[in-house]
């Protein structure tokens, strides 16, 4: 089942779409009645399930909305059309480079619902088969590849290495796409993936599960959800709560029936039926928890991501 890595990267590079022909959709009415077309930057992750079913099974329409869904490959290529207004909204958006980027003043971010939480196996350490790297400690001081440094995947391996009282890694970036080739390049001596990558690259080369990237300390922590910036929240609120209305659905429907996500991946990441049925998914909280967000970032100010304390209840859009 765990096959694919050469057509789960050209799907990945096929999906990036250049934003900048965007904005037309940002900020148009559908009707006279009021805003109805919401345009939303999309990874083509397990993160973005609950978009998608939101959309095939017609609860944005039936919240009168009009969702129009562009594919991109980092939630941070859409950072700047989503400051913008060229885009409304950012689905499967990494918390960490958000809430950073809301620090910084560089957005005035907004969350509308939760994503995804951590969960067993939804993402991995890998070495490679013959790798001399035996134990968690045996990191310390490799090159393990992560899609963005400073980011969530940094965070989570760290606190579990922290928890473990073991020694840290040297990251480097490198896109879940091109992961897998540069672990067989020998670049990097690890790779920290997530689904549907960190299946494809188990099965293309056979890669030893070192760590279990959804272990405690950070076992259902918030990592990715809905974002929008305050202008968009203020101004349409009736069209914010509709989505977050419908995106709740489609998480409770994705946490009842893990079965309705594995049909759909293949929908829109061109991951096989096959490849869907043996992944490991991600947690979908039906509602946000406000105390769960708070782990997130108090576990950020304790890393250095955020330099200062930070309520995640003034970033909630109500």
Do not use: W
């Not at 789960?8 to 077309?37: E, H, N, Q």
């Not at 919401?38 to 017609?58: C, F, I």
């Not at 061109?270 to 509602?287: D, E, F, M, N, R």
Request: glycine share 8%; net charge positive; charged share 20%.
């Amino acid at each position: 089942m765990r096959t694919g890595i050469g057509k789960t990267a050209a799907v990945a590079a096929a999906l990036v779409l250049l934003l900048a022909g965007c904005g037309d959709g940002g900020g148009d009415s559908a009707s006279a009645g009021g805003r109805t077309k919401v345009t939303v930057a999309a990874l083509p992750l397990t993160d973005s399930a609950a978009l998608y079913l939101a959309r095939d099974r017609g609860l944005f329409t039936q919240e009168g909305l009009d969702v129009r869904i562009q594919p991109v490959q980092q939630s941070i290529q859409a950072l700047p059309a989503l400051a913008k207004g060229q885009v409304d909204v950012i689905a499967s958006a990494n918390y960490v480079t958000f809430l950073q980027a809301d620090e910084k003043g560089t957005l005035d971010l907004r969350i509308l619902a939760e994503g995804v939480r951590v969960a067993p196996h939804m993402m991995d350490v890998l070495v490679p088969k013959d790798s001399d790297i035996r134990t968690v400690a045996d990191l310390a001081g490799k090159k393990v590849a992560v899609n963005i440094l400073n980011n969530i995947q940094s965070l989570t391996l760290d606190a579990i290495l922290d928890a473990k009282g073991v020694g840290r890694p040297v990251y480097r970036q490198i896109a879940f796409p091109q992961m897998g080739p540069a672990l067989e390049r020998g670049q990097v001596d690890a790779v920290h993936a997530v689904e549907p990558f960190d299946s494809a690259i188990q099965g293309e080369l056979k890669a030893r599960v070192l760590l279990d990237g959804g272990s405690a300390p950070v076992q259902s922590l918030p990592i990715s959800g809905y974002v929008t910036t305050r202008t968009f929240a203020a101004e349409h609120p009736k069209q914010a709560a509709a989505f977050r209305r419908a995106i709740e659905a489609a998480s409770k429907i994705a946490a009842q029936d893990p079965g309705a996500v594995r049909e759909e991946l293949p929908k829109y990441t061109k991951v096989t039926a096959g490849q869907a049925a043996s992944i490991g998914l991600p947690a979908y909280p039906a509602a946000t928890d406000v105390a769960q967000l708070r782990r997130l970032t108090e576990l950020m100010k304790k890393q250095g991501l955020l330099t200062k304390s930070l309520d995640p209840a003034t970033l909630l859009v109500k």
